[in-house]
C-alpha cells in the first residue's frame, strides 16, 4: 500500500492551495483517512480526519478554512486550504486506516509554504 501526496508548494499569504493523497496497492476499503502536519521544529498535529461516511473532524485552530473531502471510488483524500497564513508552513502528511485493521498508512508529505 503506497499513498502518494501531491499539491504542495509556495503560495502567498491569503491564497489558496488544494492537495490531494491518492492510495494504491491492495487495499479493498479504507475507513479514516486524514491529514496531518509538521512544521520545522514542531510535532506533527492534526489538521483535519473524514470517515468513509464522510463525517469529518478539524484542529480546531483551522475550521473554515481548510475542508477535507475524499473519492473513496479513487481512493483519494484532499485538503482545499484557503486564507493561508505564514504559520500554516509545514509538511503536510495524509494517512489511511484499511477497514478493520489497527493500521495506518502514511504518505510520504508534501511541502506547503506561506510566504507573507
Known amino acids: 500500500v503506497q499513498l502518494q501526496a501531491s499539491g504542495g508548494g509556495l503560495v502567498q499569504a491569503g491564497g489558496s492551495l488544494r492537495l490531494s493523497c491518492a492510495v494504491s496497492?491492495?487495499?479493498?476499503?479504507?475507513?479514516?483517512m486524514g491529514w496531518y502536519r509538521q512544521a520545522p521544529g514542531k510535532q506533527r498535529e492534526l489538521v483535519a480526519t473524514?470517515?468513509?461516511?464522510?463525517?469529518?473532524n478539524y484542529a480546531d485552530s483551522l475550521k473554515g478554512r481548510f475542508t477535507i473531502s475524499r473519492d473513496n471510488a479513487k481512493k483519494t483524500v484532499y485538503l482545499q486550504m484557503n486564507s493561508l497564513k505564514p504559520e500554516d508552513t509545514a509538511v503536510y502528511y495524509c494517512?489511511?486506516?484499511?477497514?478493520?485493521?489497527?493500521?495506518?498508512?502514511w504518505g510520504q508529505g508534501t511541502l506547503v509554504t506561506v510566504s507573507s
Open positions: 494517512n489511511a486506516n484499511p477497514r478493520n485493521t489497527n493500521r495506518y498508512y
Open positions: 496497492g491492495t487495499i479493498f476499503s479504507i475507513n479514516v
Open positions: 473524514i470517515t468513509s461516511g464522510s463525517s469529518t
